[in-house]
């Protein structure tokens, strides 16, 4: 699985530099920014210290959109506990949900938003998953370099994973699922109810494989009956 880490409009050089060094530590290599080039500064090359090859390699994108277009599967970290309906891991049980995920997935991104306010509303609805790092509530708070190594550290052994010889990836069913969902909502007249819509979407990501096919097979035969 290709993974990629996305840094949305990064304001301090130094925590480009800190979360480019993080990302090499633990074999990360693709680095996204949104709406920044802090990474072009001087000062992110010197706290990179020897990660200057993943600066030279960035990505830059307009919008968070942008950079996830050719992305399968989305984990937004956040500081919001258990925002909204949306389904959230831990990073431990992240390790578990991007392992099953790696098994029928091309590629996945974890996004990390600003240093002072983080992602908008709009933005942590184009993730599948949220997540965030249990912390003390006394000092709720790490800065955008220690929230990129923690993620690094946890996630880590998803870069040993050697993919199947004859692995095909299959990853247009959850996206698939997701417009079969809102078309089903649309012909039973509840596309209105945004609570119901996203209760839906948010849940979806937390489905393995069978899951998705069986709820396919099962959308198959509510879409043949109401056609009837």
Known sequence: MQFHIILVEPARAENVGAAARAMKTMGFRSLRIVGSVAHQDPAARWVAHGSGDILDGVQTFPSLAAALKDVDFTVAATARSRAKFRYYCTPTELTGVLQE????????????????????????????????????????????????????????????????????????????????????????????????RNWLHQRLGRLEQRDTAMLHRLLHDIEKKLSK
């Open 101 to 196: 995920k790696a098994a029928w997935m091309a590629s996945a991104a974890l996004v990390f938003g600003r240093e002072d306010v983080g992602l908008t509303n709009e933005e942590l609805e184009l993730a599948d998953v949220l997540t965030g790092v249990p912390m003390n509530a006394d000092y709720p708070s790490l800065n955008l370099g220690q929230a990129v190594m923690v993620y690094c550290y946890q996630l880590a052994a998803l870069m040993q994973v050697e993919p199947q010889k004859a692995w095909i990836p299959d990853a247009g069913q959850l996206l698939a699922l997701r417009d079969r969902l809102d078309r089903l909502l649309v012909n039973l007249a509840v596309a209105e109810d945004e609570k119901l």
